[in-house]
């Protein structure tokens, strides 16, 4: 399709793991955002991307969190050994350019055991 | 600090009953604020952008106002199929992070 996709929709793995988290963008997008979205709540931010560059990381949690988008396009969200509290859906958006509405992804559930 | 703030925080109406959902907002330097519909299980689909007091947007249904200080998104004659969670988020100042509201969950009961 032509939309924001991620994968896997849905992870479970056991405490003190690492995860990986992938977003495929809109074709041509060249902006692209990290959100964590608690049950209930809005979506929250995390970091974002204008190119391959990671222009603003403020909103990511600890440095268990990092993101990168080597090439401009797909980009991965990784968490290491991960906590029962890291729990929760993660969402990806891109955007044309800064500014531009945000086109969302339909998540990755993220279970810690 | 900036807020976003949505209310009610649940709303039920009958079919055919207008009402308006509000999204309020303390920030410095408004550069825009968007409206989203979010379904269950799904990703914020986007509605409209307003980036100034005054402007009104269109879609159906829908109209999206904006002022100063807050921003209504009024639904006219609904149908069940509106029902959805509707999130508003702002953009402001220097950065581009989006600041989104908690939402208001919209029934529209037949």
């Known amino acids: 399709g032509a939309g924001v996709s991620q994968s896997p929709r849905y992870k479970v793995t056991k405490r003190g793991q690492d995860v990986a988290l992938r977003c495929d963008p809109i074709?041509?997008?060249?902006?692209l955002y990290w959100y964590r979205q608690a049950l209930g709540q809005g979506p929250e931010f995390l970091t974002y991307?204008?190119?391959?560059?990671?222009?603003?990381k403020s909103g990511l949690p600890n440095d268990r969190f990092s993101a990168e988008r080597p090439e401009g396009s797909i980009s991965t969200l990784t968490i290491q050994r991960t906590e029962q509290r890291d729990s929760a859906m993660y969402r990806c958006?891109?955007?044309?350019?800064?500014?531009?509405?945000?086109?969302f992804g339909d998540g990755t559930r993220l279970s810690i055991l | 600090e900036d807020q976003v703030t949505q209310s009610p925080e649940a709303l039920r109406l009958q079919e055919g009953e207008s009402s308006s959902l509000n999204c309020s907002y303390t920030?410095?330097?408004?550069?825009?604020l968007f409206w989203y519909r979010q379904d269950p299980g799904k990703g914020p689909e986007f509605l409209f952008t307003?980036?100034?007091a005054g402007e009104e947007k269109e879609k159906e249904r829908l109209k999206a106002t904006l002022t100063k200080k807050e921003s209504f998104l009024h639904i006219t004659a609904p149908k069940p199929e509106d029902s959805a969670t509707y999130l508003c988020?702002?953009?402001?100042?220097?950065?581009?992070?989006?600041?989104f509201g908690t939402g208001t969950s919209l029934t529209v009961i037949p």
């Open positions: 920030v410095s330097g408004l550069r825009g």
């Open positions: 958006a891109s955007s044309l350019g800064l500014g531009q509405p945000q086109h």
């Open positions: 988020a702002v953009q402001a100042g220097t950065g581009n992070q989006f600041y």
């Open positions: 991307f204008n190119y391959e560059a990671q222009q603003d």
């Open positions: 074709s041509g997008h060249v902006s």
């Open positions: 307003l980036y100034s």
